[in-house]
């Protein structure tokens, strides 16, 4: 990957710069009147980041109780669905991130409705903070309290959000970002005043809406070889061959799982494997795949949101892990997800951790070294012994020879 440009990161200065007038324009004639009963929680990041965070939300909840307080979490529509099943928060408002960016007249929409809906207390827990949809948002509803993380610097968005500090009542000097993310997510729900919660397996138990959705026959392991980023994604080849041996191996389904933008995935397994996979890739809602992810004997991704969702569920799982955030979200620290039996393949290269800023080319459509690293041995390996330790599922070899 080439590194960034000066004058695309000029240009992108540029872009949120003037955004941050536009912004002004809008807000200066509308009075602000914030409540103390009425709390932000702004989260537009994606669904892993989410489950994540979820023990905190709860703490929160407890630090701000009905009836006293309405809290309100401004919410990604991508999950959005989950977060209003969980009966955490008096309201959830749906977001579509690329919209808020990028069309005037929704972004005008959402600027309005923050400013009037008098906001005493908003709180924004990233780390990974955003300058156009995170610090300007906060800095929209005119809270009394504005609390949130220093954030870290990327090179691209730094400047900014040194600016965006201004904003914030209170910030939150956090160590690098070497820490597990929950251990940084408790510290922010004891910078609140409330009870610090680690994470603990399961802790997401939401109802799922499974109407329509057929659940395999058990065994089954879930397979989902796609995620928000290409570079991130282990070899579909690789995949394939773990699938292979799975069928050849165990008495066990496979199901191949993926959002919308990943149906060419799953459409490589039904080529290669016909009707003896079940490809539901770009077919399930968030709802339904957690409802599939739950009976699921063993969950096979990258690092991705079902890795967390399958350690949410208690799940077994093994997740393809590169090195750019590597600690940070995944893997957990083994204290802390208990029975959830979470593994994880990867190949330590001296760059890690280096926030997915690659020093190496990386060819269009490709992955990045650290996780092109990971071979099929590896992963196999893992997946064995996780089929028999939490499930006493055997190969069919073994079988044959207990019966010999």
């Known amino acids: 990957m080439r590194p960034i440009q000066p004058l695309t990161v000029l240009k992108y200065r540029v872009r949120l710069l003037l955004t941050w007038f536009r912004d002004s324009l809008v807000l200066r004639t509308l009075p602000a009147r914030p409540s103390e009963r009425n709390i ?15 023990p905190s939300a709860y703490a929160i909840r407890q630090q701000f109780p009905r009836p006293d307080y309405r809290i309100v979490l401004l919410a990604n529509v991508q999950w959005a669905p989950l977060a209003r099943q969980l009966g955490v928060f008096d309201a959830v408002w749906s977001v579509d991130r690329k919209k808020l960016a990028r069309k005037q007249a929704y972004r005008i929409a959402w600027l309005r409705r923050l400013r009037r809906s008098q906001f005493g207390t908003a709180l924004n827990p990233l780390y990974s903070r955003e300058f156009c949809l995170g610090d300007l948002l906060i800095k929209a509803t005119a809270a009394t309290h504005s609390i949130g993380l220093r954030a870290e610097r990327p090179a691209v968005d730094g400047p900014l959000l040194r600016q965006g500090d201004r904003w914030y009542s209170r910030l939150l000097d956090t160590p690098s970002h070497r820490i597990h993310e929950s251990t940084r997510n408790a510290m922010f729900v004891a910078f609140l005043g409330a009870k610090a919660q680690l994470l603990h397996a399961p802790w997401l138990v939401a109802p799922a809406n499974e109407a329509d959705l057929q659940i395999p026959p058990e065994p089954y392991v879930i397979v989902s070889p796609g995620s928000n980023d290409l570079r991130r994604n ?15 191996t165990f008495c066990i389904s496979v199901v191949v799982c993926g959002g919308p933008s ?29 409802a599939l992810i739950r ?36 893997p957990y620290p083994e204290e802390l997800v208990g029975q959830a039996q979470a593994r994880h393949a990867s190949t330590y290269m ?6 997915w800023v690659c020093k190496f080319e990386v060819a269009q459509g490709a992955p990045f070294p650290c996780v092109d690293h990971v071979t099929v041995e590896q992963v196999w390996q893992k997946v064995e012994a996780l089929l028999e330790e939490t499930h006493g599922i055997r190969s069919i070899d073994q079988m044959a020879k207990t019966s010999a």
Not at 40 to 54: C, K, P, S, T, Y
Not at 234 to 248: C, G, K, S
Not at 285 to 290: A, E, P
Not at 311 to 317: C, G, K, R
Request: charged share 20%; glycine share 10%.
């Open 262 to 290: 990943e149906k060419a995935l799953g459409n490589q397994f039904v080529q290669e494997f016909g009707d003896a996979v079940i490809n539901l890739a770009g077919k399930t809602s968030l709802l339904q795949l957690i």
């Open 234 to 248: 282990w070899p579909a080849t690789r995949y394939v061959e773990v699938v292979r041996r799975l069928r050849d």
């Open 40 to 54: 932000l929680v702004l989260r537009l990041d994606h669904i892993g980041d989410f489950i994540v965070w979820l």
């Open 350 to 355: 001296p760059c890690y951790e280096c926030r």
């Open 295 to 330: 009976g699921a004997t063993l969950v096979l991704t990258n690092d991705t949101g079902p890795a967390h969702l399958a350690v949410a569920l208690a799940v077994p799982s093994v997740a393809i892990v590169g090195g750019g955030h590597f600690g940070r979200f995944l």
